[in-house]
């Protein structure tokens, strides 16, 4: 009897499209006091392994390859995957191999690893599947690590991310868009993600928070909307031109000079295999 899994998104290709580029442009990168912090939990010293799956442009990939021998780095976009060579072929980071598949297709010709990373990528992948994999593939002193960054602007009690919000809704609608080209609707992650590592194999797991400034422009939050599965720039087709005009009019009408700054915490989600 094959066993019926609890979240079972399928991918959309269309997810990200376009956004590779202003990805990494403009996606708020992890301070390196999350590496750090890794570096301190798992005693990393440049020996073993790492799994970065979701990996995106290589925001995690590239700045922590050098506490690894030998770098994964697993991502179902082509886009995004080509984007993450240009941006380690940029600081020399030639330890890294990168694949394009989904994380639901990791097993043991990948061989063993020391740590597993996913940043800001769970949510979208088939949770309890890629967990089970995973412990499969951690060595026995090893584990995974979620990596989020609480910026979210839909729950933000910020007022400039509240206004940018609402020139958001104004163009593309009350519901929060994701996927099918801005057709699909984002529905809660449900259960959350410690509920499914309780229920999983993974012996023991902890949150460690990572405290940071970020302080950004109109063109930059701009760029930031964009490369979300939310408010994509092909979901706006020939009125970008308007929207940008608003969204510069509601951010400078919170705060005239331009510059939005912002406490943002880094939540380390790590769970160990023994």
């Known amino acids: ?56 442009p290589g925001l995690i990939a590239i700045p922590l390859r050098t506490q ?28 890294i191999t990168w694949l394009e598949q989904g994380a639901e297709l990791i097993d043991s010709s990948l061989g063993e690893f020391k740590l597993v990373t996913i940043g800001r990528a769970f949510h979208w992948m088939e949770r309890e599947l890629v967990l089970e994999k995973i412990y499969e593939l951690l060595a026995d002193d090893g584990g995974i690590a979620l990596i989020n960054t609480n910026e979210n602007p839909w729950s933000s009690n910020l007022t400039w991310k509240q206004a940018a919000i609402g020139v958001v809704k104004k163009w593309l609608g009350e519901e929060r868009r994701t996927g099918q080209r801005g057709q699909g609707v984002r529905k809660p992650v449900d259960p959350p993600h ?6 999983s194999a993974f012996a023991r797991q902890e949150v460690f928070e990572v405290p940071f400034q970020k302080t950004w422009t109109v063109s930059s939050y701009l760029g930031y909307l964009y490369t979300t599965a939310f408010a994509l720039k092909i979901f706006f087709g020939d009125n970008s031109p308007a929207f940008e005009a608003d969204l510069q009019a509601a951010l400078l009408e919170v705060e005239p000079s331009g510059e939005f700054s912002e406490e943002i915490t880094a939540n380390i989600l790590v769970a160990w295999k023994n």
């Open 1 to 56: 009897m094959v066993q019926a899994l609890k979240t079972l998104p399928n991918y959309d290709p269309t997810l990200f499209e376009g956004a590779a580029e202003g990805y990494a442009q403009y996606r708020t990168k992890y301070p390196p006091a999350l590496f750090d912090k890794l570096t301190e939990i798992f005693k990393l010293n440049g020996q073993g392994r790492l799994l970065d799956l979701g990996c995106g």
């Open 68 to 95: 690894f021998a030998e770098v994964i780095a697993i991502d179902p976009s082509s886009e995004m995957l080509q984007e993450a060579q240009r941006q380690a072929a940029a600081v020399g980071a030639n330890n």
């Open 194 to 199: 410690e509920v499914v590592i309780a229920n």
